[in-house]
């Protein structure tokens, strides 16, 4: 079965430049949801998109800015990297369930490893 | 959001049971209450979620408490691919906050 792909899978970059994260979500899955790991810390959830639209919001900084397209794949842009940024980030996607009838399962992607030197 | 609270680490012997617990004494009555786990170097993946109700599935069955401040994962046969960090997690709006979960060290 497809499952979420994420590219690239390592980045590496410098402090202050920009980064481009791409998720493409499982097919006909219609919701996308970013997560960001630092070394040793348990994910944390960034910011979601549900048909296009920001669904909701977390801990995501100023500095980064996330869009989903026509296509459903997303995309976490990030700007004037910091050491700290440096973490797996998580992609992951599900089918939005009916509101009361239960919650949506998420699958997540293999993650991209970004390094800030 | 409702936390949760669990052991920071357990160990198993390969092909016993595992019991891992997990509390949410702040629960709301429309919190789901979902399990993830993370292998090493691989994303979070599924294992189970419920409401109220005992489920099952060929990964792991949860028992939930009758009051839901409280939930087991059961592992039936831990096998050495079962070494992981597993999550318990409410979610209701489907966006999880990830807490510290309970890494599991399975003993061949």
């Known amino acids: 079965a497809a499952g979420v792909i994420q590219s690239p899978r390592h980045l590496i970059k410098e402090k202050r430049e920009t980064a481009t994260l791409k998720c493409y979500p499982i097919?006909?899955?219609?919701?996308v949801y970013w997560y960001q790991q630092g070394p040793g810390q348990d994910p944390q959830f960034l910011i979601s998109f549900y048909e296009k639209m920001q669904s909701d919001k977390g801990s995501i900084p100023d500095r980064f800015s996330a869009q989903q397209f026509s296509d459903y794949h997303s995309e976490l842009n990030m700007s004037s990297l910091e050491l700290g940024d440096s973490a797996l980030y998580f992609c992951?996607?599900?089918?939005?369930?009916?509101?009361?009838?239960?919650?949506?399962?998420?699958?997540f992607g293999p993650g991209t490893r970004l390094t800030v030197l | 959001d409702a936390k949760t609270t669990q052991p920071n680490s357990m160990e198993s012997n390969e092909e016993e049971p595992v019991h891992l617990p997990c509390n949410h004494s702040t629960i709301s009555g429309t919190d789901y209450i979902h399990w993830y786990r993370q292998l090493p170097s691989q994303g979070p993946e599924y294992v189970i979620h419920g409401l109220t109700s005992n489920v099952n599935n060929r990964m792991a069955s949860l028992a939930i408490a009758e009051d839901r401040k409280s939930s087991t994962l059961i592992l039936h046969r831990a096998t050495l691919r079962d070494a992981a960090v597993y999550y318990c997690i409410l979610n209701d709006n489907n966006d999880m906050r990830f807490g510290a979960g309970t890494r599991l060290t399975v003993k061949p």
């Open positions: 992951a996607s599900s089918l939005r369930v009916a509101s009361g009838m239960d919650t949506d399962t998420q699958y």
């Open positions: 097919p006909r899955h219609d919701t």
